[in-house]
């Protein structure tokens, strides 16, 4: 074929309702030279489409009309694909395009194949997941298909041609194309869509049935409103679905009957917990659906907007201010409630993207988690052998964290799982806990980069071993231990320097015993974790902004109170003590275990020094804000020994000195470190955090010593840590706005 273009073509949508009408007003709308013809069975449908607009001209020969298009659209009922194809099957379709918008592919691709006995390669089936309670040519919509998916399903035969020219149209339309086997399309629109829809038409039913339905519906609530309002659809269109798709539909209907059994025992045995698990996991779904839908527009706008920070020059700071709790804490919190025996409740949780991220995860495997309501979540724990196979990949988006602990934990279980996040999350190296897990007998496998998705095979028997990390890694020995829970034996961990021990005193506070040594860490399997309750301190490396923000603004008097202060974590306090910086730790308690102090912070003036390697790994997150403060330090700044910070959210070596030579500063990247060369004041101007949470708020910190304000791109994913931040800065006295600029 010799068909390569996607405009100046004439095509011929036959069936001119709502798809069909909406495909044609969306190609009119495109600004392309398209030519649409219209055809129906019905001549006055064909006078409205041509008076609305839709089409250029309708046919009253549908074989003339054959004969002047490029492409024919099939958009009628299922049952009418095959007499429509027996139709075309007696006229010349050379060089002509074939497609449909039918939601039964097997169906379609049977009839095709009746007509024609080898299906031609002209044929592309199709299906626009776009529609409304609405139909017919009135209903019609030239943005329908906008940010909606459309799936083709290609067979082995089809023309590679064909199948482009299709993809543009559709990609006219504004809609995002994919690819599905036609078996596997039916399948899942039996669930996503057939379903919901037999489900509404037969809740209506059962009211009509009852013999009190005009008071019913009369005092139906919104609930009923919003669940059945697709019952309006079409009759004769899923009359056919129904027939068209019997298998997948029926099997569909089996699996939905058997989830309303299990929810009509639990609530006959006044099952408390299971209501609350049933319910918990379809709200998290849900929740996840809607991002994941929003993210699609979302994704649509990207290539035109971003969200960026402005931060302007301002000084002091004062007042007293809480930070959000530990992300570290947050996510273990949730990983061990959820496998303990019992109820654990926890008090400070961190409510940003990484650690709901964690937490939605486990709702997913049928934990049941109430909250978080302002910072307090309450797990109802289902023991270490409880959690359920997740019906779908487990989505951690930006969560580093999440990802590499759970897959200790996902290596142990019986069923499969696969662990995915987003794009930054995708390219970060898993081989550093793939190897010692692998060596534990876990069947994990990776793509060709060593990078996620994380494929785990359920039902390995784990043997615990011995390993010595090359590098100090909190991630590392946090997944071997709990992934050492369930290992036969016993599992040690070695570090060649100083790692965080969050896990070990949550371990220890959930009664797990634990046995620490200055040389390594183990742990048995085997044991039960208790739930136990849980008050979260505030995050030390989001109070790290904080306290450089505060050292370097003149006259500053600020206080961060329940401060976490676990030694394996006050890194950034020693490196800017040693600079010279003036901070207080004062009322120093142990609160579940973690130590926890109030942090005074005045205004002071910094020198440069060469940071000491065994303070490296224990404030390894704050070294982009500790970039800022040795930018405005007097002398030179040294750090090696830091090659981890080019594998984390961004290369976080490279994209500080890039910001930082825009605002006026000497910074000279090492493979493992950065020289900086301190000055007194930084110029304005635009950075790029790279979408970098902690870079973004570095450069906010960095716009106090600014002569103009500092323009910082890419700000979205500050929530996965700081979802309060720019509120919080400004309680202090810092200037920060969000805007979303157009970058075209």
Not at 192 to 208: K, Q, W
Not at 341 to 368: N, Y
Request: net charge negative.
């Amino acid at each position: 074929m010799t068909i390569n273009k996607c405009s100046n073509h004439t095509i011929l949508v036959i069936g001119l309702g709502l798809i069909g009408g909406s495909f044609a007003k969306a190609l009119k709308a495109s600004g392309e030279d398209y030519t649409l013809i219209g055809y129906d069975q019905h001549a006055k449908v064909i006078d409205e489409a041509a008076s609305s607009g839709a089409i250029d001209y309708g046919a009253d020969s549908l074989e003339q009309a054959v004969a002047a298009a490029q492409v024919i659209l099939l958009s009628v009922p299922m049952l009418g694909m095959k007499p429509v194809l027996e139709l075309l099957a007696q006229w010349d379709l050379t060089e002509k395009v074939i497609t449909d918008a039918g939601s039964c592919k097997s169906s379609f691709v049977n009839a095709a194949q009746q007509v024609f006995g080898n299906i031609p390669a002209n044929i592309v089936p199709g299906h626009p997941l776009a529609g409304s309670e609405r139909s017919g040519i009135k209903a019609a919509n030239a943005s329908l298909f906008v940010a909606h998916n459309v799936l083709l399903t290609p067979l082995p035969v089809t023309s590679k041609a064909a199948l482009i020219k299709v993809k543009c149209l559709w990609e006219q339309c504004g809609a995002k194309v994919s690819y599905l086997s036609v078996d596997y399309h039916d399948k899942v629109l039996a669930l996503t869509s057939h379903l919901p829809h037999f489900i509404a038409f037969s809740l209506v039913n059962t009211l009509v049935n009852n013999t009190n339905n005009q008071t019913i519906f009369h005092y139906a609530a919104g609930g009923f409103r919003d669940t059945t309002r697709i019952a309006e659809s079409n009759p004769t269109m899923w009359h056919d679905i129904a027939l068209e798709n019997k298998t997948a539909v029926l099997h569909g209907l089996d699996q939905f009957l058997q989830t309303l059994g299990v929810l009509r025992q639990a609530i006959e045995q006044d099952d408390s917990q299971q209501l609350l698990a049933l319910f918990e996991r379809a709200q998290c779904a849900r929740a996840q659906f809607s991002t994941l839908s929003a993210r699609r527009e979302y994704m649509k706008r990207s290539h035109n907007h971003l969200q960026t920070f402005l931060a302007k020059p301002s000084h002091p700071l004062m007042g007293t201010v809480r930070v959000p709790g530990d992300k570290s804490i947050s996510h273990r919190a949730i990983m061990l409630g959820a496998l303990a025996e019992g109820t654990t409740v926890i008090e400070g949780f961190l409510e940003g993207e990484d650690a709901l991220a964690t937490l939605q995860a486990f709702k997913k495997m049928g934990v049941a988690i109430e909250g978080p309501d302002h910072g307090k979540v309450i797990i109802h724990g289902v023991g270490m052998n409880g959690l359920k196979k997740p019906a779908e990949p487990l989505y951690l988006g930006n969560a580093g964290t999440a990802m590499r602990l759970m897959a200790g934990l996902m290596a142990a279980q019986s069923f499969d799982t696969t662990l995915t996040g987003d794009e930054s999350l995708s390219s970060r190296p898993m081989n550093r806990i793939i190897e010692p897990l692998t060596a534990m007998g876990a069947a994990i496998s990776t793509n060709e980069q060593g990078t996620s998705p994380l494929q785990i095979k359920g039902g390995a028997t784990l043997t615990g071993c011995h390993y010595t990390m090359p590098i100090a890694s909190a991630q590392v020995q946090s997944c071997l231990l709990l992934a050492g829970m369930y290992a036969e034996g016993t599992t040690t961990v070695s570090s060649p320097g100083i790692v965080r021990d969050h896990t070990f005193r949550m371990l220890s506070g959930f009664g797990y015993p634990v046995r620490m040594t200055p040389d390594n860490v183990e742990i048995t399997g085997g044991g039960t974790l208790i739930g136990t309750s849980i008050d979260i301190p505030a995050d030390i490396s989001s109070a790290a902004f904080f306290i450089v923000a505060a050292t370097i603004a003149e006259r500053s008097d600020l206080q961060l109170s329940h401060v976490g202060v676990n030694p394996t974590r006050t890194g950034v306090i020693d490196i800017l003590r040693l600079m010279g910086a003036n901070i207080t730790v004062t009322n120093e308690r142990l609160i579940g275990g973690e130590p926890v102090a109030d942090i005074r912070v005045k205004s002071a003036l910094l020198k440069g020094i060469e940071i000491p390697h065994e303070l490296v790994p224990i404030a390894i997150d704050e070294f982009p804000v500790l970039f800022v403060a040795a930018a405005l330090a007097s002398g030179e700044t040294v750090l090696t020994g830091a090659k981890e910070l080019r594998v984390k959210e961004s290369d976080r070596i490279q994209s500080m000195a890039d910001g930082l030579q825009v605002l006026g500063v000497d910074a000279r990247p090492l493979p493992d470190g950065i020289i900086i060369e301190g000055t007194t004041q930084l110029t304005g101007g635009t950075v790029d955090s790279y979408g970098d949470h902690r870079i973004a708020m570095a450069f906010a910190v960095a716009a106090l010593k600014a002569t103009s304000t500092i323009h910082i791109l890419d700000c979205a994913n500050v929530a996965t840590s700081f979802p309060n931040f720019i509120r919080l800065a400004e309680s202090i006295g810092m200037t920060i706005s969000l805007l979303r600029k157009s970058v075209e």
